[in-house]
């Protein structure tokens, strides 16, 4: 027998290992893929089709769609009022969780503009701005600074109160931005617009994390992406087109599409214009599934890695070189994010360490009550019935 459940536990840590690689292997695969993709499509060396906020306002058209129809056949990603979103720190999950009324609908006019649009305009301002970035800087320059996004998550983390300060905190922010700083004293083609669309992107996605864990956190209506997405992308589509169009221009614009669809043709440029979108919704879902499958630790450990794979594709598929100090700085980074990594799982730990001996203790004082609960139950039986034996006895024995 112990021979059988030592073969079947083996059997089911492979099989779920074997999942678990898959759905890694399958989210660096769209994540790169985005990666280069966008790459070539905007950059003044490849494709050059120079309209990054067009482009992507289209991309949300689609991962609408896509979240539209995942909600239509998948019933059980619809929200209900009874469902919560899984914090990514649970020591601040109770005091953020707003207090949830099943008579009240999950989606308002007030809460969709003092909540939802504020996290879509960050995100696509995060999207928008990173893949503009991308006509004036290489793959893996843009790949090198967006490791950087933890550090505006800390900053606007310590701002709204979301992390305590330490001096740990402040030792990670220090050797992160020791690290970005190498990294662009280490670019050779160094491009000051790119450089500043691109940090302006990470000043984004980290103002837009700390909306996200203020505003949206462990609410049903966002309890999973893909109702993430439903109820965002449209925000993010308006967001991008309305600055697609004074940035980026309408003639140009269309003259930039009737170029595209004289030289691929028609059917190759629309699926040229959305097939991103595609991808994106894809890397979004088998990130959800890895998610639910292991951790949020988990998930940040390999997005290191993720980083790396990305920088290796870039010099593989555009020729980007790597002098010595970017290289210096990309390692001072991971090293720093790996660090706050830990961090978080020591906090973590020590949470759940806490929750388990006041889990204990609530059992002890169960069964302590259980069995003084018993022992009173039996004394008063006990009076009970020598009630009535006694005066029995008492009786028998008059004369």
């Known amino acids: 027998i112990l021979r059988l459940e030592a073969k079947l536990t083996r059997a089911?840590?492979?099989?779920?290992?074997?999942?678990?690689?898959?759905?890694?292997?399958l989210w660096y695969g769209f994540s790169i893929s985005i990666s280069v993709y966008n790459t070539w499509m905007f950059s003044d060396k490849q494709l050059n089709f120079h309209f990054p906020l067009f482009t992507t306002s289209l991309h949300m058209v689609v991962q609408f769609s896509l979240a539209s129809l995942a909600l239509l056949i998948f019933p059980r990603f619809r929200p209900t009022a009874s469902q919560a979103y899984t914090p990514l720190d649970e020591s601040t999950?109770?005091?953020?969780?707003?207090?949830?009324?099943?008579?009240?609908?999950?989606?308002?006019?007030?809460?969709?503009?003092?909540?939802?649009?504020?996290?879509?305009?960050?995100?696509?301002?995060?999207?928008g701005l990173g893949n503009f970035s991308l006509r004036f800087i290489t793959l893996t320059f843009f790949t090198m600074c967006k490791s950087s996004v933890l550090l505006f998550v800390l900053f606007f983390a310590l701002l709204f109160r979301l992390?305590?300060?330490?001096?740990?905190?402040g030792l990670i922010i220090t050797v992160m931005t020791g690290g970005v700083v190498m990294m662009v004293a280490g670019e050779t083609a160094f491009s000051a617009p790119g450089f500043a669309?691109?940090?302006?992107?990470?000043?984004?996605?980290?103002?837009?994390?700390?909306?996200?864990?203020?505003?949206?956190?462990?609410?049903?209506?966002?309890?999973?992406?893909?109702?993430?997405?439903?109820?965002?992308?449209?925000?993010m589509f308006l967001a991008l087109f309305v600055l697609a169009i004074p940035i980026e221009g309408l003639a140009a614009l269309g003259a930039g599409?009737?170029?595209?669809?004289?030289?691929?043709?028609?059917?190759?440029?629309?699926?040229?214009?959305?097939?991103?979108?595609?991808?994106?919704?894809?890397?979004v879902s088998a990130e959800f599934a890895l998610l639910k499958r292991t951790s949020v630790v988990t998930l940040s450990v390999c997005g290191i890695f993720k980083?790396?794979?990305?920088?290796?594709?870039?010099?593989?598929?555009?020729?980007?070189?790597?002098?010595?100090?970017?290289?210096?700085?990309?390692i001072v980074?991971?090293?720093?994010?790996?660090?706050?990594n830990w961090l978080k799982y020591d906090k973590l730990r020590a949470v759940a360490k806490q929750e388990a001996e006041v889990r204990a203790?609530?059992?002890?004082?169960?069964?302590?009550?259980?069995?003084?609960?018993?022992?009173?139950?039996l004394s008063t039986k006990r009076r009970y019935i020598r009630g009535i034996l006694e005066p029995t006895v008492w009786i028998t024995a008059v004369p």
Do not use: H
């Not at 006019?109 to 995100?123: D, N, Q, S, V």
């Open 12 to 25: 089911a840590l492979l099989r779920t290992t074997l999942i678990n690689a898959i759905l890694v292997a």
């Open 93 to 127: 999950a109770d005091s953020l969780k707003p207090p949830q009324d099943s008579s009240k609908p999950l989606m308002t006019k007030t809460f969709y503009l003092t909540r939802i649009a504020p996290c879509g305009i960050a995100t696509a301002l995060d999207i």
């Open 163 to 169: 992390e305590s300060p330490s001096w740990r905190l």
């Open 197 to 235: 669309l691109v940090m302006s992107a990470c000043f984004c996605s980290g103002f837009r994390w700390s909306l996200t864990q203020i505003l949206l956190l462990r609410n049903p209506a966002t309890s999973n992406p893909f109702s993430t997405l439903f109820f965002l992308t449209p925000v």
């Open 257 to 283: 599409l009737a170029g595209l669809s004289e030289t691929k043709g028609l059917p190759l440029s629309v699926a040229i214009m959305l097939f991103p979108g595609f991808l994106a919704f894809l890397m």
């Open 307 to 330: 980083e790396v794979l990305t920088i290796s594709t870039a010099g593989k598929v555009f020729g980007d070189t790597m002098s010595p100090i970017k290289i210096s700085g990309l």
């Open 333 to 340: 980074t991971i090293l720093a994010i790996a660090a706050y």
């Open 361 to 377: 203790i609530g059992l002890l004082d169960e069964a302590e009550a259980g069995v003084t609960k018993l022992y009173r139950s």
